[in-house]
């Protein structure tokens, strides 16, 4: 069986399969993970390119039985093409919805940062792009925070979700969160994500 992982980071959940190195491929975007995986993963045999969204995928139609996607970003046609008939499409995805709630408290208005990516639209494209839908799943769970600082760390590193966060800017919201966390205990958000496997009719 050959697998491919799409925006595979720096490879290490596509490590963790343990594949054989020879029918395994994979994919990244980001100049530091590119590096990463030039280093790890093609010293392996592993057929690692550099590729981009919305970068046509550098691999042949009909390459792979099973093609994975963990939060990259979604070509349902381009997944379809690589896969041979039959072949499966797993994808596991941060939704449009994520962390929405926490944005809000900090910096009122702003539009959803992903607003496609929702699993009903997900599920019509791969039908659309000639795919079976046979597992389809959301949740939207907790996600909890016990100190502002802690916080503004957060809002920091996700900027796609808190554009032009910053702290004075921000300042009366983050008192409000402080007094929050001192009445409650904690500050609760919801993070928000999606499943899908899919068959290649």
Same mark, same amino acid.
């Given at each position: 069986m050959k697998i491919c992982d799409y925006d595979t980071g720096g490879g290490e959940f596509l490590l963790s399969l343990q594949h054989p190195h020879k029918n395994t /491929? /994979?994919? =990244?975007?980001y100049p530091p993970n590119v590096e990463l995986c030039k280093?790890?993963?093609?010293?392996? &045999?592993?057929d690692f390119k550099p590729? /981009?969204?919305? =970068?046509?995928?550098p691999f042949a139609d009909g390459s792979f039985d099973l093609f994975l996607n963990r939060h990259g970003d979604m070509d349902e046609k381009e997944f379809a093409r690589v896969l041979n008939s039959g072949?499966?499409?797993? $994808?596991?995805?941060?939704g449009g919805d994520n962390d929405h709630d926490l944005t809000e408290l900090v910096l009122?208005?702003?539009?959803?940062a992903f607003p496609h990516n929702m699993? =009903?639209?997900?599920?019509?494209?791969?039908?659309? /792009?000639g795919f079976e839908i046979l597992r389809a799943e959301k949740a939207y769970r907790p996600i909890r925070f016990f100190d502002? &600082?802690? +916080?503004?760390? +957060?809002?920091?590193?996700i900027e796609w979700e808190f554009?032009?966060?910053?702290?004075?800017?921000?300042?009366?919201?983050? $008192?409000?969160?402080?007094?929050?966390?001192?009445?409650?205990? =904690?500050?609760?958000?919801?993070?928000?994500?999606f499943l899908i496997v899919a068959r290649k009719k």
């Open positions: /491929a /994979a994919t =990244e975007g280093e790890m993963l093609l010293p392996l &045999g592993i590729c /981009a969204y919305p =970068e046509p995928l072949g499966m499409f797993i $994808t596991e995805q941060v009122s208005g702003t539009p959803i699993l =009903e639209e997900r599920v019509e494209k791969l039908k659309e /792009a502002v &600082g802690a +916080f503004v760390w +957060f809002a920091h590193i554009p032009d966060f910053c702290v004075e800017k921000c300042k009366d919201r983050l $008192t409000e969160m402080q007094k929050t966390i001192e009445e409650k205990g =904690e500050i609760v958000g919801t993070i928000h994500r």
